[in-house]
């Protein structure tokens, strides 16, 4: 007796006093489950960086939260019927499946999610003005608010992979 998705048509079905609405009734009661169908319901809605990075985060918690609750085995795995033995590719991990499921790239939802956090850093400080800014900037460009915060520190710079001086093999003699 809850609605997942279809929260207007509801409304809209109550304002003019219908006894009945069609509905389509979602067979778990599983928290996991309704979370993750709200966000696919609402997927081909335009997102900014705010709306990205939220959903990013909480897809990667159900993912998160499902692969320890499965072992290594993941959902797709389970729906296809295959064993960790059967398996063909890689599972990925729980922060590029939920990049996957948003139809965005890694780094991009990675981003917003970090960018998303340093707001809600910045309001729990108290400066309510910067976390404004920087959602502003968010909600319009993912990589330039990214950018913004690491300027400013909020967010730290990660540093790139530094190249190996020795070469990554060895002779089978020296092995």
Request: glycine residues 6%; proline residues 5%; aromatic residues 4%.
């Amino acid at each position: 007796n809850r609605v997942i998705s279809g929260h207007r048509r509801y409304d809209a079905a109550c304002k003019l006093d219908m006894d009945e609405v069609p509905v389509v009734l979602f067979r778990s009661d599983d928290e996991l489950d309704i979370l993750e169908a709200l966000i696919e319901s609402n997927r081909q809605r335009n997102k900014d960086g705010v709306i990205l990075g939220r959903e990013y985060t909480t897809l990667q918690k159900i993912f998160e939260e499902r692969e320890s609750k499965q072992g290594n085995r993941t959902d797709r795995e389970i729906r296809n019927g295959t064993s960790d033995f059967q398996k063909s590719e890689v599972p990925q991990p729980p922060s590029r499946q939920a990049a996957a499921q948003l139809g965005v790239a890694y780094s991009t939802a990675n981003k917003a999610a970090q960018t998303v956090k340093a707001i809600d850093g910045l309001i729990e400080q108290g400066k309510q003005r910067e976390a404004s800014q920087l959602e502003t900037t968010l909600r319009h460009n993912i990589s330039k608010a990214h950018a913004q915060a690491q300027e400013a520190g909020i967010i730290p710079i990660s540093k790139p992979k530094e190249e190996p001086t020795e070469p990554d093999y060895i002779t089978l003699a020296e092995w």
